[in-house]
């Protein structure tokens, strides 16, 4: 069984920064694809950043220039550094991986974490 266990959501001011983290544990052979998605209330999951095995970003229009998405192999997580925040990027935070596990390659989640960007 594999499991994605992010961090490090919270509340902040508009313009301030915050940093998660999702770090994956279990039986993994490798992954590959990791990213980060958002959900606001009301509104459909949406991509934020993606990373893949050889380090290649992409990143939503709107946190180009403020987001950035790093990883780590040895550590199997991945981080999202989130600076200038806007209100509007209040959302719960999940993470994603494609894991190659003994029984193929799966998607897999993790639990979500609330980022509020408010005054």
């Known amino acids: 069984q594999v499991q994605l266990v992010e961090s490090g959501g919270g509340l902040v001011q508009p313009g301030g920064s915050l940093r998660l983290s999702c770090a994956a544990s279990?039986?993994?052979?490798?992954?590959?694809?990791m990213g980060w998605y958002r959900q606001a209330p009301g509104k459909q999951r949406e991509l934020v950043a993606g990373?893949?095995?050889?380090?290649?970003?992409n990143y939503a229009d709107s946190v180009k220039g403020r987001f950035t998405i790093s990883r780590d192999n040895a550590k199997k997580t991945v981080y999202l550094q989130m600076n200038s925040l806007k209100p509007e990027d209040t959302a719960v935070y999940y993470c994603?991986?494609?894991?190659?596990?003994?029984?193929?390659?799966?998607?897999?989640w993790g639990q979500g974490t609330q980022v509020t960007v408010s005054s």
């Open positions: 994603n991986a494609k894991v190659r596990t003994s029984t193929g390659v799966i998607d897999y």
């Open positions: 279990g039986i993994i052979f490798s992954i590959y694809d």
């Open positions: 990373i893949t095995s050889i380090m290649r970003t």
